[in-house]
């Protein structure tokens, strides 16, 4: 069996978790999740978590695994990855990595420089900036360092800006202290193939707009009040929109159409990060298992 790892990525609402489970079953896979807010518990409705049946079919990994208010990094997900995706081989299947964080998918390929030396003047410095001055503020001085990183953020996610920050303005050359000597697949030395999937900019609003709809329709308010504003994960696409509605700040129309135009821009601020993924395989949905099986020799 080939020890190949399949790396699928994509905006939202492009398929990756409909095909995620197709393949894993045509290829006896387990499925690792990439998803910076599908890790999370209790928030299978805005973050499109796959569901418990699903589950059930194809074993999945990092999926709600995290109390809403715990910090998580690229790092720990590239550790924790790599040893869910070690389990899965010891078990002789194979591993398919599925979610639209960039970051996460670039941080286990090994094609990022994680984080520099923990420094403590450094981020006391920038959690100063945070609480002076606006969060676009910060945004523009993180997109004048690194503007890929930047495009992939929301403006007024403090603290994914900062900690982006606490990067881009490390000394060049910095490792972290407690850095594992393989840290990434190619670091361990196992092929994988690194695939985003290519559908049409029209057809995934289509698909948005169905989606805010089956959000509302499910519970997102209801599981939006129970987060509440102060967890880590509350920022994701749907959370505020839903905070703000029942704040009484929006009609439910303005809700529903509000959440859609966000979902929009994200999945458009994924896209402009995946084009500029190196080593990138761009292929329509129905185009990928046989990607996998010349690539990977599934």
Known sequence: MSRGVLLLTGATCSGKTALALELAARFDAEIVG???RQIYRGM?????APSDDECARVPHHLVGFLDPHE????ARYAQDALRAIAGIHARGKRALVAGGTGFYIRALAGDVTLSA???ESLRARLAHEARVHPP????????????????????GDRYRVARALEVALAPR???RADASAISSLRDAGLPYLKVALDVPLAEIDARIALRTASLLGSGLVDEAERIGASAVAADAVGYPQALAYLAGFSTHAELQAGLTRATRRYARRQLTWLRREPDTLWSPPENVEAAARLKLRW
Do not use: K, M
Not at 44 to 48: C, K, L, R, S, V
Not at 71 to 74: D, I, L
Not at 147 to 155: F, H, S, T
């Open 117 to 119: 030396a923990f420094d």
């Open 71 to 74: 910090r998580y990094s690229a």
């Open 44 to 48: 299978p409705i805005g973050t499109a």
């Open 136 to 155: 676009d503020v910060l945004h523009a001085w993180l997109a004048a360092r690194d503007p890929a990183r930047a495009a992939a953020i929301e403006p």
């Open 173 to 175: 050359g910095a490792t």
């Open 34 to 36: 990439a998803d910076s």
